[in-house]
T-cell receptor
Framework: KQEVTQIPAALSVPEGENLVLNCSFT??????LQWFRQDPGKGLTSLLLIQSSQREQTSGRLNASLDKSSGRSTLYIAASQPGDSATYLC????????????FGDGTTLTVKP | DTAVSQTPKYLVTQMGNDKSIKCEQN?????MYWYKQDSKKFLKIMFSYNNKELIINETVPNRFSPKSPDKAHLNLHINSLELGDSAVYFC????????????FGPGTRLTVL
């Protein structure tokens, strides 16, 4: 059974810092990995999708890497801003069906002005 | 323009009642999902429909019944509500059933008293 763990559970940084969020998964036989952002009381927003054959994806100040063999992914946020404050979730899809994703329990990020 | 919408946003009801949550997507996607997010933020897939056909039915009580009148809508009906049903329910959609990015609705916070 796939298990997804995210470390740290919570992170507080001053504005402008670069930071890394970690996601690890127990079964390396995956099809893709997604990073999501969840704002309080809101739905999830997909940030980056990495296919199993890829090693990284970039979008603006975000960079997500994937090391499938070691069961790890990192989300790098450059020059953090208060607007980045949210819970970040990673989800691993072991199946060709996107719905069969296993989610981590998230990292709650607070960026202080 | 809202991509994936859910109604209601909040639902407070007594134990034993029957309630429905509606979901609509205007993205032209073929696949829709229902997820349950518990108090610890864990997201678990409940159901998935592709072109109105059920393709994922995880282990959920049969008090939960999804209905897809067309591929743009996936409603969730819950009979005989129990205290443990209290959670946030998210609807999502994706272009297909493969390794596609999922787009989430804002969530429905269900509280059973």
């Amino acid at each position: 059974k796939q298990e997804v763990t995210q470390i740290p559970a919570a992170l507080s940084v001053p504005e402008g810092e670069n930071l890394v969020l970690n996601c690890s998964f127990t079964d390396s036989a995956i099809y893709n990995l997604q990073w999501f952002r969840q704002d309080p009381g809101k739905g999830l927003t997909s940030l980056l999708l990495i296919q199993s054959s890829q090693r990284e994806q970039t979008s603006g100040r975000l960079n997500a890497s994937l090391d499938k063999s070691s069961g790890r992914s990192t989300l790098y946020i450059a020059a953090s801003q208060p607007g980045d404050s949210a819970t970040y979730l990673c989800a691993v899809s072991k199946d060709t069906n996107a719905g069969k994703s296993t989610f981590g329990d998230g990292t709650t990020l607070t960026v202080k002005p | 323009d809202t991509a994936v919408s859910q109604t209601p946003k909040y639902l407070v009801t007594q134990m034993g009642n029957d309630k429905s949550i509606k979901c609509e997507q205007n993205l032209g996607h073929d696949t829709m999902y229902w997820y349950k997010q518990d108090s610890k933020k864990f997201l678990k897939i409940m159901f998935s429909y592709n072109n109105k056909e059920l393709i994922i039915n995880e282990t959920v009580p049969n008090r939960f019944s999804p209905k897809s009148p067309d591929k743009a809508h996936l409603n969730l009906h819950i009979n005989s509500l129990e205290l443990g049903d209290s959670a946030v329910y998210f609807c999502a959609s994706s272009p297909g059933t493969g390794t596609d990015t999922q787009y989430f609705g804002p969530g429905t916070r269900l509280t059973v008293l």
